[in-house]
Nanobody
């Protein structure tokens, strides 16, 4: 059984920064791509960023490209999301996810395990 536990969310003013972390357990972390998705109230879950199994390839949603950075430490079974220049529209519950394979994906159905999420709230 895979478990994903996110942390690092909080309340921040517009223009501020947060770093999210997600610790995974249950299967060989370095074998699988990881992703971050977010869901705002009343909206569908949307793709934010993904990183391949070995961390050599990343991909971002257009709305966060240049502001967010995804990274991973396979020795610590942890994936990170550094979020800079936060905007009120970034307010959402952020979920960590583990892919079915080693290549990153922006498609929600390519992920088979999900964390409970960590709340990010950006005030204007």
């Amino acid at each position: 059984q895979v478990h994903l536990v996110e942390s690092g969310g909080g309340l921040v003013q517009a223009g501020g920064s947060l770093r999210l972390s997600c610790v995974a357990s249950g299967r060989t972390f370095s074998t699988y791509a990881m992703g971050w998705f977010r869901q705002a109230p009343g909206k569908d879950r949307e793709f934010v960023a993904t990183i391949s199994a070995r961390g050599l390839a990343t991909h971002y949603a257009g709305s966060v490209d240049g502001r967010f950075t995804i990274s991973r430490d396979n020795a610590k079974n942890t994936v990170y999301l550094q979020m800079n220049d936060l905007k009120p529209e970034d307010t959402a519950l952020y979920h960590c996810s583990q892919s079915r394979g080693s290549s990153g994906s922006d498609w929600l159905d390519d992920y088979d395990y999900w964390g409970q999420g960590t709340q990010v709230t950006v005030s204007s």
